[in-house]
């Protein structure tokens, strides 16, 4: 009848040793690739630094998402930064609800 054949010992020994190999192969391209990845930012950078407030100027319109992105931290403190600006009056609030705002530069 039909089905798969019975391997021999020494075919199955050989299929366990490329398997243990092909994963040490992937367990080196992962830790390769996590290293690579930069981690994000906890900590918001100073409100008060003139180079960082020009550059978020320069940006029409500013969204957690987008300042956290530019500025490489987590997405919670970036709309803890942007708080900071706004009691400062670096910015004002355009529009937004409680899980999303936007703002622009002050004039």
Same mark, same amino acid.
């Given at each position: &009848? ?7 010992l020494?075919? &199955?020994?050989? &299929? ?5 190999? +092909? +994963?040490?192969?992937? %367990?080196?391209e992962?830790? =390769? ?5 930069k %981690?994000?930012?906890?900590? /918001? /950078?100073? /409100?008060?630094?003139?180079? #960082?407030?020009? +550059? $978020?100027? %320069?940006?029409?319109?500013?969204? /957690?998402?987008?300042?956290? *992105?530019?500025?490489? #931290?987590?997405?919670?403190? =970036? %709309?803890?930064? $942007? ?7 670096? #910015?004002? &609030?355009?529009?937004?609800?409680? *899980? $999303?705002? #936007? ?5």
């Open positions: &009848m039909g089905g798969k054949k019975k391997l021999s020494k075919q &199955m020994e050989r &299929m366990q040793r490329r398997r243990g190999e +092909e +994963e040490k192969k992937r %367990k080196k992962k830790t =390769a690739a996590s290293a690579k990845e %981690k994000s930012g906890i900590i /918001p /950078p100073d /409100p008060r630094n003139e180079t #960082i407030i020009s +550059e $978020l100027k %320069k940006m029409r319109v500013l969204t /957690p998402y987008t300042v956290a *992105s530019r500025l490489n #931290i987590r997405i919670s403190a =970036a %709309k803890d930064f $942007l708080e900071q600006l706004e009691e400062n009056g670096v #910015i004002q &609030m355009v529009s937004g609800n409680h *899980s $999303l705002k #936007i703002y622009k530069a002050a004039d």
